[in-house]
């Protein structure tokens, strides 16, 4: 049962499914209850019984009648590694959808530049799922092309896949290096997330490009 129990903050969630995305990354959904987000918002999430929780964006669409996320399992992780345990019918802890990372309505008739890397992916699925006539680009950083998070869920003509361990991308290398040998589209939305060092050297070759600090949204996972 969805909201089953509450503890201060805290509501506990039903599992649904677990799904394996590749070999490093599961697909965790749980009733939605009668919460409401906006695409690119994030839950902090824990098992029950456990205070730690970690920020996970929101992988589903608004339209979806359940919450999704795509979760890394970090070695060692505190969170991520309790969380992949978890079965159908166990329960976790959520606190309700957060953050500001979304895109507003008026920026929704430009080409919009979703720029990530591992499971920053996951904010731009809920983005683009939830508004299908977006006109987007998505370049997606990733090691090989085994560590893609479901690439048939895109236009193929939408998606540019940067794998920097080989050349089984459509292009070999960084995302970085993708954005300083291609054209970049001076009045396009750039909305960045995943790592920290791949948004800062993005920041920089947008802003040396003329991208005007306004036109670039970020959102550091790690
Ligand atoms: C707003 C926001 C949204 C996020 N959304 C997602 C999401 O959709 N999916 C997702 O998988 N994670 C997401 N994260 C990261 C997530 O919150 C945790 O940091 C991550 O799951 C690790 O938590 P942990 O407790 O397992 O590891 P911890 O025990 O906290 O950390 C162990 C070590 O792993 C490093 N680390 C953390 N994340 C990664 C990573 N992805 N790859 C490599 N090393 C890492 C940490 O820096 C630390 O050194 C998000 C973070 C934020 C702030």
Same mark, same amino acid.
């Given at each position: 049962?969805?909201?089953a ?7 506990s ?8 995305i ?42 979806d ?12 992780g505190?969170?991520?590694?309790p969380?992949?345990?978890?079965k ?12 500001r990372f ?5 920026? %929704?008739?430009?080409?919009?530049i979703?720029?990530?890397? $591992? @499971?920053? !992916?996951s904010?731009?699925?809920? /983005?683009?799922?939830? *508004? ?11 090691r ?7 690439p ?6 939408k ?7 080989d ?18 589209? %001076? ?8 790592? $920290? @060092?791949? !948004?800062?050297?993005?920041?920089? /070759?947008?802003?040396? *490009? ?13």
């Amino acid at each position: 049962m969805a909201e089953a129990r509450t503890n201060g903050n805290n509501i506990s969630h039903s599992i649904l499914s677990v799904r394996t995305i590749n070999d490093k990354v599961f697909a965790l959904r749980f009733e939605k209850g009668s919460h409401s987000f906006i695409p690119g918002q994030y839950l902090q999430i824990g098992v029950p019984g456990d205070a730690k929780k970690r920020a996970f964006s929101i992988y589903s669409a608004v339209t979806d009648t359940f919450f999704e996320l795509v979760i890394k399992m970090v070695e060692g992780g505190e969170v991520s590694g309790p969380l992949h345990e978890l079965k159908p019918g166990d329960a976790i802890e959520m606190e309700a959808p957060a953050g500001r990372f979304t895109l507003d309505d008026q920026l %929704k008739h430009k080409h919009i530049i979703f720029i990530a890397s $591992g @499971t920053g !992916i996951s904010p731009f699925h809920s /983005i683009i799922k939830s *508004n299908p006539k977006l006109n987007y680009t998505l370049i997606h950083g990733v090691r090989t092309k085994a560590d893609l998070i479901e690439p048939e869920a895109y236009a193929p003509e939408k998606l540019i896949t940067c794998t920097s361990r080989d050349t089984t991308g459509q292009f070999h290398g960084r995302i970085t290096r993708y954005l300083t040998t291609h054209p970049i589209d %001076k009045n396009a939305e750039y909305f960045l997330c995943g790592n $920290g @060092t791949m !948004i800062e050297e993005v920041k920089e /070759i947008l802003a040396q *490009n003329q991208i005007a600090a306004q036109q670039i949204h970020t959102e550091v996972f790690y």
